[in-house]
């Protein structure tokens, strides 16, 4: 690179994430593919909705949801999107090792919340001979949620991949737009789970 | 260091954004609690249960975009057509799909 992109507390730019036009185009880019994940979940919601009755004399809703996992797995999520937050309020103030240490907690919580999604399914699966071929509402229920999961472990593997990659970098106008661009991500995911615990699980308690 | 000024005035304007950001975070969370505690306690019948579920969930997704993901902010102009355009894909594809098994 030609340009010297490292920050200092003199030239710092009041958002490092968009100073320079990769970044702006990263932004825009990230923005335009959550516009398509918005309608790729929308598709399975509308298929998971359409099916959830069709139990075919299996497990329903209301039988294997357990409400307290569901709401443990939600507090981990939304922890972690402010954890993510707080990452970037130490980015904007041009202070790396908060802003690694926030991103470090955001992976751990991210892991937190995978672990449960995974004894969940277990559990489903063990306990209840719940699976994927169970009826068209199992496969309509894995295909949301373990898309979601998916999101997760890629979010997951790209955060730490980017802290990894530029632990010895610091923070300068070349990688904020990176880390800006993850967090953004893990916003949409955690928007996303909203929508599985009230869609899924609540309206799958409720009947 | 001509600038410490305009830099300790940005770091105050991120400090109250991220105080914002964390009211909306106690609000969310406190959204959560009350949707979980509709549901467990059998406190409403399923006719206002379901709205009511799906509201609390919107706003909260309100939240999210516009304090954590800063639409709020100036320069969101194509974040908005694009979320409003993907929002509006899905309520069709939504309405289509669960339409289809009605019939």
Redesign the interface.
């Known amino acids: 690179m030609s340009h010297d992109h490292s920050l200092n507390?003199?030239t710092?730019p009041?958002d490092p994430a968009?100073a320079t036009l990769e970044g702006k185009n990263k932004f825009?880019g990230l923005?335009?593919f959550?516009?398509?994940?918005?309608?790729l979940?929308?598709?399975l919601?509308?298929?998971f909705?359409?099916?959830r009755n069709s139990t075919a004399g299996g497990p329903s809703g209301e039988d294997i949801f357990g409400?307290e996992l569901v709401?443990l797995m939600?507090?981990l999520l939304?922890t972690s999107?402010?954890t993510s937050?707080?990452a970037m309020?130490h980015m904007?103030?041009n202070d790396f090792k908060k802003m690694q240490l926030w991103l470090g907690i955001t992976a751990f919580l991210g892991i937190g919340f995978l672990g449960c999604e995974i004894y969940e399914f277990y559990h489903y699966i063990t306990d209840f001979g719940f699976t994927f071929r169970s009826s068209a509402f199992g496969s309509a229920f894995y295909t949301l949620v373990g898309f979601h999961g998916g999101h997760v472990v890629f979010g997951i593997s790209w955060l730490i991949a980017l802290m990894v990659r530029n632990a010895k970098r610091g923070l300068n106008l070349y990688n904020a737009p990176k880390f800006n661009t993850f967090s953004?991500y893990w916003?949409?995911i955690?928007?996303v789970w909203?929508?599985i615990?009230?869609?899924v699980y609540?309206?799958g308690?409720?009947? | 260091m001509d600038n410490t000024n305009t830099n300790s005035f940005q770091k105050q304007k991120n400090k109250e954004e991220m105080k914002k950001q964390l009211i909306t975070f106690v609000l969310m969370i406190g959204f959560t609690i009350v949707a979980f505690a509709i549901v467990a306690t059998n406190a409403m019948d399923k006719m206002f249960a379901v709205p009511l579920l799906l509201i609390l969930a919107v706003v909260q997704v309100g939240f999210q975009f516009y304090y954590f993901m800063h639409m709020k902010d100036r320069g969101h102009e194509f974040p908005s057509v694009m979320i409003y355009g993907g929002v509006f894909a899905a309520m069709l594809t939504i309405a289509a799909l669960v339409a289809i098994v009605w019939w």
């Open positions: 507390p003199e710092m009041e968009k825009f923005w335009f959550l516009g398509g994940e918005t309608v979940f929308a598709s919601f509308g298929t909705l359409a099916l409400l709401f939600t507090m939304l999107s402010l937050v707080y309020y904007k103030n953004l916003h949409f955690d928007v909203v929508f615990f009230t869609v609540l309206m308690k409720v009947g």
